[in-house]
């Protein structure tokens, strides 16, 4: 029974590790490998609790790294809100929110999936306070993009990784 | 006032239980029965010293055969200076219910 429970909670602790940095993975193993040492199963248990907070302020430290872009993703997604709200093509602001997600993703890889959400939800908070644009919308609409910034902020960091290869490389 | 940075009780409790003995090498746990923390208070301010650079740590065997490799914390030259300086910051103690009622009083009359 105990080396169920053990490997349940190597499981869920590697689970729980793919979430955050190689950086701070070694935090999540500290507790994980304290908590194989005690012998009571509860406190084992109790032990790798524990584990739940440090896991949320380091995905939080993680969230809110590169936290001057913050605000300019979300700018970015003003103006390519402004774009298709303000044109009766729809390919412009597409072209620019991909732009956009692509260079943000390049010039700061972590969490990229993170400017393709700031770039792109300011279109659908538009459409939802009331602001319409020349075309018609059907309900959802606005968040098309959305698929597509992901998929760039995915090349965009293909890109870093490709560039970052070249420069070590050469 | 600006808060002195690790001066809450249960920072000074894990800076005394380091002091107790600084040059020794402790592990998560030993720290936890010293201080009676608990492992999701414990880590954190493990993270936040070592961030500071007032901690140094090590991966070390386990006595148990088999076990993986456990996480080893001590505080640095700097972290023992820091922590000597922070056992002798006055405690800044909490005023208690009925202190507060008697100021409120006083105040009154």
Redesign the interface.
């Known amino acids: 029974m105990r080396r169920l429970e053990e490997r349940l909670l190597d499981t869920l602790f590697f689970a729980a590790s793919l979430s955050i940095g190689a950086e701070d993975r070694?935090?999540l193993?500290?507790?994980?490998?304290?908590?194989?040492?005690?012998p009571e199963r509860r406190e084992a248990w109790?032990?790798?609790?524990?584990?739940?907070?440090?896991l949320a302020?380091l995905l939080l430290r993680r969230l809110f790294s590169d936290l001057p872009v913050i605000p300019v993703a979300i700018a970015a997604g003003v103006i390519m809100a402004a774009v298709d709200l303000s044109s009766t093509e729809r390919w412009p602001a597409a072209l620019l929110s991909l732009a956009f997600t692509a260079a943000l993703s390049f010039a700061y890889p972590r969490w990229a999936w993170r400017w393709a959400f700031a770039v792109t939800l300011v279109l659908p908070l538009a459409v939802d306070t009331g602001i319409e644009g020349p075309y018609a919308n059907e309900p959802f609409d606005s968040y098309y993009k959305v698929p597509q910034a992901l998929l760039m902020a995915g090349v965009g960091v293909w890109l870093r990784f490709r560039w970052q290869r070249r420069r070590t490389a050469g | 006032m600006p808060r002195q940075p690790n001066s809450s009780p249960q920072s000074l409790s894990l800076l005394r239980a380091f002091l107790a003995e600084p040059q020794a090498w402790h592990y998560g746990y030993s720290l936890s029965l010293a201080t009676h923390l608990k492992s999701g208070t414990l880590y954190p301010m493990l993270m936040r010293l070592q961030s500071q650079g007032l901690l140094e740590a090590r991966w070390g065997e386990s006595d148990t055969p088999g076990r993986p490799q456990r996480h080893l914390y001590r505080l640095s030259r700097a972290g023992l200076a820091a922590a000597r300086a922070a056992m002798l910051q006055p405690q800044r103690a909490r005023p208690s219910r009925t202190r507060l009622k008697l100021r409120e009083q006083g105040a009154m009359e």
Do not use: I, K, M, Y
């Open positions: 070694g935090w193993d500290a507790v994980r490998a304290e908590s194989a040492v005690l109790l032990w790798a609790a524990g584990a739940l907070p440090l302020r």
